[in-house]
């Protein structure tokens, strides 16, 4: 049985940092490409950043660019988004993800997901 816990998310100030992390058990980790998306109220789930398994490739969505970093530690079963220069638009429950198949960039292609853990940006 494969779990995915997500932790490190809050409140923060605009401008501000926080560092989710996402740990994983129940099979092997490492080979496998993981994800970090998020959901607002209201909107559809959408991709904010992956990582490839051996961590040669990192992938964004353009509105994280420069603000996020995602990575992981496979001896740890462990993949980390650090936010830095967080915006009021951030707001969101963010969810990580393991893959299945398929584009990065697709929720469909992950096979297994997280609980979420509710990210806020306001002052």
């Known amino acids: 049985q494969v779990q995915l816990v997500e932790s490190g998310g809050g409140l923060a100030q605009p401008g501000g940092s926080l560092r989710l992390s996402c740990a994983a058990s129940?099979?092997?980790?490492?080979?496998?490409?993981m994800a970090w998306f998020r959901q607002a109220p209201g909107k559809e789930r959408e991709f904010v950043a992956a990582?490839?398994?051996?961590?040669?490739?990192?992938y964004y969505a353009d509105f994280v660019k420069g603000r996020f970093t995602i990575s992981r530690d496979n001896a740890k079963n462990t993949v980390y988004l650090q936010m830095h220069g967080l915006k009021p638009e951030d707001t969101a429950v963010y969810y990580c993800?393991?893959?299945?198949?398929?584009?990065?960039?697709?929720?469909?292609?992950?096979?297994?997901w997280g609980q979420g853990t509710q990210v806020t940006v306001s002052s």
């Open positions: 990582i490839t398994w051996n961590r040669e490739s990192t």
């Open positions: 993800a393991l893959e299945g198949s398929g584009p990065y960039y697709y929720k469909e292609s992950y096979d297994y």
């Open positions: 129940g099979r092997t980790f490492s080979g496998y490409r």
